[in-house]
């Protein structure tokens, strides 16, 4: 007995080839949407045009659902069990669900998204966990983490080694994209859980607040060109 699900694209399933993940427990909606959701904020490839996308959800749902040999498996499709008799199978695009097959009953519908994600990133190794705020701000938002940076990760791992303690933003202090330069200062009029007011060039703006696991921040600004650019907390300057 499990909570089985077959999870893999319109493609494959039609011509009953390519690569699909087999779950043997969390099968249901609920459970799958989060798995799906948790890698597209993590800005993962996506598995109908990257084989890295179907690692990448592997990775997550086993690091979830743990070492268990009958936990999670992957294979071509014809060889797993899509008529299982639980969940039958997902068609997803784009990390998100598309369409089911051998599925006739009612949603599992016992997990709020918010709250799985949050557990799901727990499970996750320490140094790859966006962290409860975060997951909560790019929500808010509809956002994903490439849409902040491409290399945080690298630059919170860099502090941490390094013993480097950078604050979250400070009401009425003074932050630049270029410290150089003072025709990107900006200055933090307030902010509330999950936005910024910034006054840029006498007027204010009301802009996202990105919260890292480190206590440092983001916000997301386009700039004269329309082109988004993101300032850090870290980018704090003397005006």
Same mark, same amino acid.
């Given at each position: 007995m499990g909570n089985r699900a077959v999870i893999t694209t319109e493609e494959n399933f039609e011509k009953n080839s390519g690569l699909g993940v087999y779950l043997h427990w969390n099968g249901g909606r609920d459970s799958v949407q989060g798995f799906l959701e948790y890698c597209r904020l993590r800005s993962f490839r996506r598995p109908e045009s990257d084989d890295y996308g179907w690692a990448r959800l592997c990775q997550v749902a086993a690091n979830f659902l743990g070492a268990d040999g009958c936990s999670i498996g992957v294979d071509e499709i014809s060889r797993l069990d899509m008529d299982n008799g639980d969940n039958g199978v997902y068609l997803i695009k784009d990390w998100k669900i598309v369409g089911r %097959?051998?599925?006739?009953? /009612?949603?599992?519908?016992?997990?709020? @998204?918010?709250?799985? @994600?949050?557990? @799901?990133?727990? =499970?996750?190794? /320490?140094?790859?966990?966006?962290?409860?705020?975060?997951?909560?701000?790019?929500?808010?938002?509809?956002?994903?983490? =490439?849409?902040? =940076?491409?290399?945080?990760?690298? /630059? !919170?791992?860099?502090?941490?080694?390094?013993?480097?303690?950078?604050?979250?933003?400070? !009401?009425? %202090?003074?932050?630049?994209?270029?410290?150089?330069?003072?025709?990107?200062?900006?200055?933090?009029?307030?902010?509330?859980?999950?936005?910024?007011?910034?006054?840029?060039?006498?007027?204010?703006?009301? @802009?996202? %607040?990105?919260?890292?696991?480190?206590?440092?921040? =983001?916000? !997301?600004?386009?700039?004269?060109?329309?082109?988004? %650019?993101?300032? /850090?907390?870290?980018?704090?300057? !003397?005006?």
């Open positions: %097959r051998f599925f006739d009953r /009612e949603e599992q519908d016992c997990y709020s @998204l918010h709250d799985f @994600l949050h557990a @799901l990133d727990e =499970s996750q190794p /320490e140094q790859q966990q966006l962290g409860n705020d975060m997951i909560d701000c790019l929500l808010y938002h509809d956002k994903v983490i =490439s849409d902040i =940076s491409w290399n945080y990760q690298y /630059e !919170i791992n860099k502090r941490a080694e390094e013993g480097k303690n950078v604050g979250a933003f400070q !009401i009425g %202090r003074f932050y630049a994209f270029n410290e150089n330069d003072p025709k990107t200062f900006v200055k933090v009029a307030d902010k509330t859980r999950m936005e910024l007011i910034l006054e840029i060039e006498g007027k204010e703006r009301k @802009l996202p %607040r990105f919260k890292w696991k480190d206590g440092s921040e =983001s916000t !997301i600004l386009e700039d004269e060109y329309g082109r988004a %650019r993101t300032l /850090e907390s870290s980018k704090e300057v !003397i005006a």
